[in-house]
């Protein structure tokens, strides 16, 4: 059992996980508890798991053990996070979020998943570099239009450069400043954090998760990359297949009714193209993750749609809601 604080989501986790007893392959049970520290009183039956694994995974994204665009996060370096084996529980928390939650990160940058993976990476642009001073120094080192400039460059960024073990580098004409130049990024982004990306690949072992991203990358990687492709009307009235109530009855009636007035809604708003940006950001910040505990729509097959069978469970805090 999760006893789960809404104002400490991930403190909740840490110390569940954490737990002696606790077992990942059994189901969890989450019980969300009120600022008067009492339950809510929801039962568990997918709902309240599916919204602490949503709680969890945004709290994981925003972590100072990660930084980078919202979209396209790297591992951040904390020595004392290594020393406490933290990477290790992140990786552990988005593991469980992803197979007991159904909540997939989609913050990973491409260079972090290749990590993850063993693939090889790419070479670094410098805008994924996030320490300002440290991305100038190398920027003004790629950008020198002469030798003497690239060597008054390499010696503004010494200091830097020789932490990175960088410095000895020769440099005697200008193609070799870009080796300088991506030795230095890519050990800034990779080598010293192999220690941090040890644990965190650990972490992402729990209940074989690791092992499926390596047997099949490809397949895997949507789940854990930001998603290139908007979210359109089209995709909203293919995602929901509606089982309606018994035919002749109140219910019936009335969700033919709230469905045929979602099918206007998105129909008017996808004609108005200066709104749908607007009302995409608003379903999938408001209503997908309250309803669904989706942030974004998730990936299905293209021929196969997705369907409800039942009314959403509701929490004593919400009233009930009509679902398509």
């Not at 396209?72 to 939650?101: T, V």
């Not at 992402?204 to 092992?211: E, F, Q, V």
């Not at 749609?305 to 039942?310: C, E, P």
Request: hydrophobic share 40%; charged share 25%.
């Amino acid at each position: 059992m999760i006893n789960a604080c809404r104002d400490d989501i991930y403190g909740s986790a840490k110390r569940a996980f954490t737990r002696r007893l606790f077992d990942p392959y059994k189901p969890l049970g989450v019980m969300f508890m009120d600022l008067g520290n009492n339950a809510e009183g929801a039962v568990d039956d997918g709902g309240p798991t599916r919204e602490f694994c949503r709680l969890l995974m945004k709290d994981i994204q925003n972590r100072c053990l990660f930084e980078g665009p919202d979209h396209s996060k790297l591992l951040a370096l904390d020595s004392h996070a290594i020393s406490k084996g933290d990477y290790k529980l992140l990786g552990k928390m988005i593991s469980i979020c992803l197979i007991h939650g159904g909540v997939a990160p989609h913050f990973f940058a491409p260079r972090l998943f290749s990590l993850v993976v063993g693939e090889a990476t790419e070479d670094v642009d410098l805008t994924e570099i996030v320490d300002e001073v440290f991305r100038s120094q190398l920027q003004k080192i790629q950008d020198a239009i002469t030798i003497e400039e690239t060597r008054e460059a390499l010696e503004e960024a010494s200091n830097s450069l020789s932490l990175l073990g960088s410095l000895n580098i020769q440099c005697r004409t200008l193609e070799d400043r870009e080796i300088v130049v991506q030795c230095a990024a890519k050990f800034y982004l990779e080598g010293r954090l192999n220690a941090a990306m040890e644990q965190f690949v650990d972490g992402l072992g729990c209940l074989g998760l690791h092992a499926a991203i390596k047997a099949n990358p490809k397949h895997i990687r949507y789940l854990f990359l930001a998603k290139e492709d908007p979210l359109t009307a089209q995709d909203l009235i293919y995602v929901f297949s509606p089982h309606f109530a018994e035919e002749g009855s109140n219910h019936r009636r009335s969700e033919i009714r709230t469905y045929a007035w979602f099918r206007d809604f998105l129909l008017v708003r996808k004609v108005e193209k200066c709104k749908w940006t607007k009302v995409n950001a608003l379903l999938c910040k408001r209503f997908l993750p309250l309803l669904l505990g989706w942030k974004s729509c998730p990936h299905w097959d293209s021929k196969t749609s997705q369907s409800l069978n039942s009314y959403i469970l509701t929490a004593n805090s919400l009233k009930p809601t009509h679902v398509m």
